[in-house]
């Protein structure tokens, strides 16, 4: 297990979608709407944050799948700076309760962004590993981005609860996404659209 934390399996999307995670990991839906196509866990006390997302296949090589998204992300966040370091594909032994024509790609890098409408001097640098994983039986990419903070801004609104200056949680953190894939399950596939 990474860093000695034990995972606690969590029904996502009514139950249609199974992922563990940490137990600190709390639904964010039971305090602020979210977006239907996606299920928001967060550990305040981490600023950390696990974001599933279901979309439609983007229209681009598999390939390049992880860094448009990754992409994509940096440019909603409004991110002042954004360095991608690197993009794996593990294959499809990394989500062993999918089909088996399932790709995945993880790309991990980092991105300087600030809470809400905090401006440039809140900027909290953030790791981001993100796995896309393609589901080409129902035309789908599924997202699961960890994003965790490396250093946090003593302007920005998370330090209230997880302390300004330097973090280590993201030394763990690919390794925590890693385990997560390996628990993903598909139960109900209606969830993409189709039977």
């Known amino acids: 297990m990474t860093a000695n934390e034990s995972l606690a399996q969590r029904d996502l999307f009514g139950g249609a979608l199974k992922l563990s995670m940490p137990m600190r990991f709390v639904d964010v839906s039971d305090f602020r709407p979210v977006p239907d196509n996606q299920e928001v866990f967060a550990d305040a006390n981490r600023d950390q944050s696990v974001v599933v997302e279901v979309l439609e296949r983007a229209d681009v090589p598999d390939d390049r799948c992880a860094v448009l998204f990754f992409e994509d992300l940096a440019e909603h966040n409004e991110a002042a700076s954004s360095s991608l370091d690197s993009v794996t594909t593990p294959g499809p032994t990394a989500v062993p309760h999918l089909p088996n024509d399932t790709f995945v790609s993880v790309a991990r890098g980092a991105q ?74 598909i139960k109900d596939w209606g969830l993409f659209g189709g039977a």
């Open 112 to 185: 300087a962004v600030s809470k809400g409408r905090q401006g440039q001097e809140a900027l909290n640098q953030v790791q981001i590993c993100q796995a896309c994983i393609r589901l080409p039986s129902v035309d789908s990419d599924l997202l699961i981005t960890l994003n965790t903070p490396m250093h946090i801004s003593e302007h920005s609104a998370a330090a209230e609860h997880a302390g300004a200056g330097a973090k280590d949680a993201h030394v763990t953190a690919p390794q925590l996404l890693q385990d997560m894939l390996l628990t993903l399950e």
